[in-house]
């Protein structure tokens, strides 16, 4: 497995960041997330689904998924942290399928980056009907234009977990694309740090 190891000297946690389900962990917007997260002494470990390095389009099945996903939060342990998983878009909804099925080891809350409650333009709520069997506290870090989640969905499934947070960034679109003149990753590591801190008491 592929991995990105970014661990400030002062970490207090470490998050395990899975990619998107069309771009790997090396993407631009991924990268300046990792790095605004480490001013804040959040360490990251970004991985890549099998898939992504063969560079193949066809996804993995979903038993590849969730050993993969298991295998990354393993890895992540050895960095003696608490750790915080999810990550961009697909990623992030494979993180929180794997955790629902069975809890990730040493894993105390789930952060998502764009979750992608529905298919552009089919505003359904099936693919969050696993988050009810998620036993951690969770956090969802959305644009308010994200064409993969109508806010008002994700408003009330977030609202029916009693462990879920969400974090709305104006102007933001799915690729977390917002006017010039702003850092988008800089505007999501900041409430991330802050919940991450909380959830672990430090």
């Known amino acids: ?49 099998p898939y992504m390095t063969a560079g193949k389009r066809r996804i993995d099945p979903p038993d590849v998924l969730d050993r993969c996903v ?47 409650l529905h298919p552009a333009r089919k505003p359904v709520t099936e693919r969050a009907d696993h988050l009810r069997e998620v036993r951690v506290p969770m956090l969802f870090l959305q644009g308010t234009r994200d064409e993969l989640a109508d806010p008002r969905l994700l408003r009330s499934v977030v609202s029916a977990l009693p462990l879920a947070k969400l974090c709305e960034l104006e102007g933001a679109d799915h690729a977390f694309r917002v006017p010039k003149g702003r850092n ?18 430090r």
Not at 74 to 80: Q, W
Not at 88 to 94: A, E, I, P, T
Not at 184 to 201: D, K, M, Q, S
């Open 1 to 49: 497995m592929d991995t990105l190891l970014q661990r400030p000297a002062n970490a207090f946690c470490l998050y395990v960041m899975a990619h998107g389900a069309g771009a790997g962990m090396r993407h631009p917007f991924l990268q300046a997330v990792a790095d605004a997260l480490e001013t804040l002494g959040m360490a990251t470990l970004r991985y890549e689904f």
């Open 70 to 116: 298991r295998e990354a939060v393993e890895r992540a342990a050895r960095e003696d942290l608490p750790l915080i998983a999810g990550g961009k878009s697909f990623g992030g909804r494979m993180t929180s399928q794997a955790q629902a099925r069975a809890p990730l080891p040493g894993v105390v809350g789930l952060a998502f980056i764009g979750f992608p």
């Open 184 to 201: 988008a990753a800089a505007e999501l590591a900041e409430p991330l740090a802050t919940w991450a801190r909380n959830v672990i008491g």
